[in-house]
């Protein structure tokens, strides 16, 4: 089988053989490989597109390397059609007419030159390309393609390997126009994939084909076999992208709208889809319950750090999306499920840890529970983060604010132990100073007289033990939660940290600011009656209800 590039200059003037020698043609073979079944491929890109460029008709052409002799067969051509010996050649002009199917041979004749006008500047000739696939000897018809930037692609081809493969080249070859030999398609988006999709039909093994192919490429195809309804082609395209990987979230995206698109057209690709959707009920609900009892039993130090910030990660990714809110429910369920086991878990280690003939024992029976206690006091931790995140902490601030035995338990315990715990805490403080969760004004109230104190009692340790801890934040997420309270809870918990602040200085949160926004409400506010009165007179509307 023969194959022939033909890289030609369109104009109103064509110049034959009596012009080769004076280099007004230039006509040079690609290695182009070529199949026992007939399949050709489709030269690279950059060969369509170096001849569109503007080039100097002056310089030389460079010898073509010849083609692998184990890919490419070529055919005696007779005596009176031999080429003459090659030349240095430079491009030559043929007209529009010849991307029509007026002649199947590489080289043009000279009376029609002589029955032209003179031939214009060459600079001033768009730039095209010709193209011929297929074996002339041997095929009843060709197929013109005619693309952008001028390409023009002639193919020679079968009307029964078409027809057998396509059902739009079935349709156009049908009834009347049976006997066609020559069928041109205008305006072809994708010459390049045209040509490859064609040759696939004489490909027996079309799967093996694509092998090689980039993703991209297949895509390509897909969309073409779909064009000219190649069902064997779109089969074969839809096995290879169920098998391949896909790089990168771009890709994904990409083929799966490409097989979205068929699947609405009644094409299977259910295979391929898999890999993004399941069919299988409750699996959200029953993955992340999995998942969280995975992290929050981990003992390894760094591969529960980092995956702890990575389903962190994956959470927030799904907050931001509208289709998410019909399982939001689902997902705070199954947190809340974990934080009330956690919780249970950190009680029982508190029990454990109270007992009077805990601290006679040996340290080795001590460490493991002291670990136990900071583990279950960071998965609560991290628990709140993602419910904050997802503004569902309320019902974990009335949960921790209602630990009374466990605060109880929390003075018993030495502060090395218990230090931990009291993370949760101010992380709570620090939401609600940031309007991150809001509790009742009950529920507010009550987690400042359960665990205020607890948590000035292990301010040392927390400044000095724990990483994450930022006083000023802190102190601000405290003062501003008292701030949130009416005047006279105010008034009894700023005067009981006073008290505290003024023994243990440092080690003890500032809460000066909270302190001046209160003295400033209660003795120096202008409209203090005012309010006064719009209090007594919302009473007495209350009680006439």
């Known amino acids: 089988m023969r194959w022939v590039f033909k890289e030609v200059s369109l104009s109103s003037t064509i110049f034959g053989l009596t012009r080769v020698e004076q280099g007004q043609t230039k006509i040079r073979n690609v290695p182009i490989a070529v199949t026992p079944e007939g399949f050709w491929c489709c030269p690279s890109p950059v060969v369509f597109q170096k001849t569109v460029k503007t080039q100097n008709p002056l310089n030389k052409t460079k010898p073509s390397s010849p083609p692998p002799k184990t890919t490419v067969q070529k055919k005696q051509a007779p005596f009176n059609e031999r080429k003459p010996p090659p030349v240095p050649l430079r491009p030559g002009v043929v007209s529009d007419d010849q991307r029509n199917c007026v002649s199947d041979t590489p080289t043009v004749s000279a009376p029609i030159a002589n029955e032209r006008g003179p031939r ?4 001033s000739l768009p730039r095209k390309v010709a193209i011929e696939f297929g074996e002339p000897g041997t095929s009843d018809m060709k197929v013109v393609l005619l693309g952008k930037q001028g390409f023009c692609v002639k193919l020679s081809v079968h009307k029964k390997v078409l027809v057998e493969n396509s ?25 390049e994939i045209y040509v490859e999709t064609v040759g696939l039909m004489y490909c027996k093994e079309m799967k093996q084909r694509l092998i090689k192919q980039s993703v991209s490429r297949v895509l390509r195809i897909i969309k073409i076999a779909e064009f000219i309804g190649f069902a064997s082609c779109i089969q074969s395209c839809l096995e290879y992208l169920e098998a391949v990987p896909w790089v990168g979230e771009e890709e994904e995206e990409k083929v799966v709208s490409s097989v979205l698109r068929l ?32 992290v929050l039993t981990s003992n390894e130090e760094r591969g529960r750090r980092e995956m702890k910030s990575v389903v962190l990660k994956l959470l927030r990714e799904n907050n931001s999306l509208p289709s998410y809110a019909g399982s939001a429910d689902i997902c705070n369920e199954t947190i809340y499920s974990s934080c009330r086991s956690c919780t249970d878990s950190l009680l029982s280690l508190f029990r454990e840890a109270a007992e009077p ?10 460490e493991p529970v002291v670990k136990r206690i900071a583990l279950e006091a960071d998965n609560l931790s991290w628990l709140l983060e993602i419910l904050a995140d997802r503004q ?45 969760l809001l ?20 301010y040392s340790w927390l400044q000095h033990g724990c990483r994450s801890f930022d006083r000023k934040v802190v ?15 105010q008034q009894s918990i700023l005067l009981a940290w006073l008290g505290s602040f003024l023994k243990a200085g440092d080690n003890c949160p500032n809460l000066q600011r909270a302190f001046e926004v209160w003295w400033r409400r209660t003795f120096i506010r202008p409209y203090s009656e005012t309010q006064g009165n719009t209090l007594q007179s919302d009473s007495s509307m209350t009680s006439k209800q």
């Not at 214009?120 to 600079?123: G, Y």
Request: proline share 5%.
């Open 439 to 458: 509790p009742s004004k009950d529920t507010r109230h009550l987690l400042l007289q359960t665990w205020l104190e607890p948590l000035i009692n292990d």
């Open 475 to 489: 102190e601000e997420g405290i003062g501003r939660t008292i701030l949130t309270l009416p005047l006279e809870n």
């Open 263 to 294: 699947q609405n057209e009644g094409v299977g690709v259910t295979p391929v889809l898999k890999r993004v959707s399941s069919e299988v009920v409750n699996l959200p609900k029953d993955t992340l319950s999995h998942i969280m009892e995975l």
């Open 120 to 123: 214009p500047k060459i600079e």
């Open 392 to 436: 569902a902490a309320d019902e974990f601030a009335l949960m921790w604010a209602s630990q009374q035995e466990l605060t109880a338990l929390h003075a018993k315990l030495p502060i090395v132990s218990r230090y931990h715990v009291s993370c949760i805490t101010a992380r709570l403080f620090v939401g609600i100073g940031r309007g991150e």
């Open 167 to 191: 059902s739009y080249f079935a349709d156009k070859l049908s009834g009347e126009e049976s006997d066609l030999s020559c069928l041109e398609i205008d305006d072809c988006d994708d010459v």
């Open 357 to 366: 003939e805990f601290a006679n024992k040996p340290m080795d029976s001590r």
